[in-house]
């Protein structure tokens, strides 16, 4: 006797015992090959937990050819059941999900979703094909896979930039599909980058050799945000190399603590940088430190290590460059956790044996300012930054750069980030894109393309923000409460380029706070003496006051940032500058419908034992 809608009767038939579950259960499945655009010996080269317990392993490979993602999920310790999916910023509710449950007799597989409260509907549209089921001594082993896009208004579109999935398990037994709500089980997410490139890892050279710079036992303070700087050399005499690949080293137990690292090398003109180790705004700190700005490293939060292309590597050391280098450890700390020693850092792997082309990073989107700032209760604001065609016309060589990776970032009310490359005024391609961003899931990745930029073209970078839960004027700034706008673009061959960004004109802003103080009753601080972080936090919010900022952002004349890694600016007039005029935008992705629609059944069911 069979439970509950079914597929078309498989032409092969494999049972699987599910361990741990208190009757025995045999799952009667579909078994497909994995028809794969990956070698065998390696079937699924990315894998992460999803639980923090381990309980939970998923492994996954992409097919860019079929357009989908074939996914294992292993479950050490099954009990009655658990649900797997998707969901737009790793809520269990309004998810695209996968269930796997018993009712005590039979157990079934099934392509489901939540509702706005929770609840498991079955889904018409069954994208999710199970390929196998299979008991191993580790537990069972999922195998099943899902188009990128299916066209089902329940499924989640799977894109390029972060993917939320989420899980649940399921402890007892339910009646039905229907009888499950989210709200009661134990559930979690995970972030991943489910697209991978299908970009080779480069051969490290045999000449390599590593260095780790690191902030040796740091007691990190008991306070939300601290930016703490710690000065390192290089040995003298230290000839120039290029640095083909480096990774995080993070204290054991300090993994919630560390948001993000960078290592920056000092001005070549000076003999000789204190050394220092403080936080980054102590009154303490050697003025000589704002001159350590050229990055050769930036890690985040959920990155891994990071490789150069084979023809290009970060060069450092040699004649008239300088020994000094200066770490950047950002600490979180919303806890406030106190007495914890941390000696995190990164280990920078280099080789005597220079590649072809010098790479470099190049600064893109937002100046650090409070000019720029998002409303609060904002669902999604948009601030957007530019990299004009007057600095790329005057900075970049006329054979242009190649970027081969990025790293976006923003704090917390981040929600997405864009940077579109536009020539003639018009937008022509994606240099990276993120719709589902989280400031928690921060990597550098490498682009599917490089994406080579000439001069004259504009590179334009917009971040997206939720303000829904802040009731003051969320300003632009270093502190994890204020926000960022940056595309940290890594190319080559390396300019004298390092910074390229915007913020509206602060003269225009002022004349916005004059503006808004004539139509208001309240008074708008707009005495001199008041910063602009005074100024937006008296500005009565509502729709007048709101809709004028989005409005002044979108037409006003810009500052310009075109520096150099010494902090300076290329020669020009960089104030009040038009906006780029952009007459041709790029559509956002759309899903691409499978070329052959999925059965609408409820997926495979289970016999009685």
């Known amino acids: 006797q069979h439970h509950g809608p079914r597929l078309p009767s498989p032409s092969v038939r494999e049972a699987a015992s599910m361990y741990g579950t208190a009757v025995a259960i045999f799952l ?28 939970l392993e998923l492994s996954w490979n992409v097919s860019y ?67 196998q089921a299979q008991g191993t001594p580790d537990g069972l082993a999922l195998l099943f896979k899902r188009p990128f896009g299916t066209c089902d208004p329940k499924d989640y579109f799977i894109e390029d930039g972060t993917v939320h999935l989420v899980y649940g398990i399921l402890e007892q037994p339910f009646p039905s599909l229907e009888a499950i709500n989210t ?36 007691l990190i303070p008991g306070q939300e945000t601290t930016y703490w700087c710690y000065i390192s050399e290089l040995p003298r005499g230290f000839a120039r190399h290029h640095i083909v690949m480096y990774e995080p080293i993070i204290t054991q137990g300090n993994e919630a603590l560390v948001h993000h ?60 460059s300088s020994r000094f280098l200066r770490l950047e450890v950002h600490y979180h700390n919303p806890l406030k956790i106190q007495g914890r020693r941390d000696s995190s850092g990164i280990r920078l792997y280099y080789t005597a044996t220079l590649r072809r082309f010098d790479a470099g990073i190049l600064e893109l989107g937002l100046v650090y300012t409070p000019v720029m700032a998002i409303p609060p209760r904002e669902p999604a604001f948009v601030l957007t930054g530019y990299c004009t065609d007057k600095c790329t016309q005057l900075a970049l060589p006329p054979s242009g750069i190649h970027i081969f990776a990025s790293q976006l970032h923003t704090h917390l009310t981040g929600r ?11 937008e022509l391609e994606v240099v990276n894109r993120d719709n589902h961003y989280s400031p928690h899931f921060q990597e550098i990745r490498m682009l599917k393309k490089a994406v080579s ?17 802040r009731k003051l004027a969320t300003v632009g700034g270093f502190g994890i409460l204020e926000e960022m706008c940056v595309n940290y673009a890594h190319y080559y061959p390396q300019t004298q380029l390092e910074l390229c960004k915007s913020a509206v004109d602060a003269g225009f802003l002022q004349k916005y706070f004059h503006l808004v103080n004539r139509f208001n009753s309240e008074e708008v601080c707009t ?47 960089w104030d009040r500058q038009p906006l780029p005029e952009i007459i041709s935008t790029l559509e ?22």
């Open 28 to 55: 009667v499945i579909l078994v497909a090959a994995l028809q794969g655009s990956v070698p065998p010996e390696n079937p699924f080269p990315y894998r992460i937990l999803l639980d923090p317990q381990g309980t």
């Open 65 to 131: 050819v079929q357009e989908a993602v074939h996914f294992r999920l292993l479950v050490r310790e099954l009990k009655a059941g658990l649900l797997f999916g998707m969901s737009d910023r790793g809520e269990m509710e309004n998810a695209d999900l996968v269930v796997l449950w018993t009712n005590g007799d039979s157990a079934y597989f099934a392509d489901a979703w939540s509702d706005q409260k929770g609840q498991i509907h079955l889904d018409t549209q069954q994208d999710y094909q199970l390929l």
């Open 183 to 218: 709200s009661s089980l134990q559930t979690g997410l995970q972030r991943v980058q489910l697209l991978k490139p299908e970009v080779p890892v480069p051969k490290v050279p045999a000449d390599t050799r590593t260095m780790e710079i690191r902030a040796p036992d740091v």
């Open 261 to 320: 690292m960078e290592i920056f090398q000092c001005t070549g003109g000076f003999e000789s940088v204190p050394h220092f180790s403080g936080a980054c705004d102590s009154r303490m700190k050697p003025e000589r430190l704002n001159y350590c700005r050229h990055v050769l490293a930036a890690w985040a939060l959920g990155a891994k290590a990071f490789y150069y292309p084979e023809e290009a590597g970060l060069p450092f050391g040699g004649e008239g």
């Open 416 to 426: 997405k980030v864009v940077t579109v490359l536009a020539r003639d005024g018009r």
């Open 453 to 469: 930029v000439f001069q004259g073209d504009v590179l334009i970078t917009s971040c997206t923000y939720n303000t829904e839960d």
């Open 527 to 573: 005495c001199p003496q008041a910063s602009v972080p005074q100024q937006f936090a008296s500005v009565p919010w509502n729709s007048f006051s709101r809709d004028v900022l989005a409005a002044l952002y979108g037409f006003a004349p810009i500052s310009m940032h075109c520096n150099k890694s010494s902090a300076v600016r290329f020669q020009g007039e």
């Open 588 to 609: 956002e992705p759309t899903p691409r419908c499978p070329a052959s629609q999925a059965q609408h059944a409820s997926g495979p069911t289970v016999d009685q034992d």
